[in-house]
Nanobody
Framework: QLQASGGGLVQAGGSLRISCAAS????????MGWFRQAPGKEREFVAT????????DYVDSVKGRFTISRDNVRNTLYLQMNSLKPEDTADYYC?????????????????WGQGTLVTVSS
């Protein structure tokens, strides 16, 4: 139901925008989130946005560099990533929550897309 895209290879300091389109149902009343999983590590929270985009929250390591946004008309979620670092290299997953408020808690996300790989070279 969720399709992530836009990953790729970028040099450190560069920018990338990844997207997540919902195909078979609308999530305009649900909070959405981005998570990532680096090789050999557990999946971690990156960013979340409330149902109407009014509230956002980020993991400390990306604050000031990443921006999460959503377009409820297009049923699409975005993550703009600037000033990328090699430690940002990971598979990035989008997810839709069962609640309307922004949340970091993975168990509150029953809907997941496949990952899109972001590789940042030094």
């Amino acid at each position: 139901q969720l399709q992530a895209s836009g990953g790729g290879l970028v040099q450190a300091g560069g920018s990338l925008r990844i997207s997540c389109a919902a195909s078979t149902r609308r999530f305009s009343n649900n909070a959405m989130g981005w998570f990532r999983q680096a090789p050999g590590k557990e999946r971690e929270f990156v960013a979340t946005i409330s149902w109407n985009g009014g509230i956002t929250d980020y993991v400390d390591s990306v604050k000031g560099r990443f921006t999460i946004s959503r377009d409820n008309v297009r049923n699409t979620l975005y993550l703009q990533m600037n000033s990328l670092k090699p430690e940002d290299t990971a598979d990035y997953y989008c997810a839709a929550s069962r609640v309307a408020y922004a949340t970091r808690l993975q168990y509150q996300y029953p809907y997941w897309g496949q990952g899109t790989l972001v590789t940042v070279s030094s």
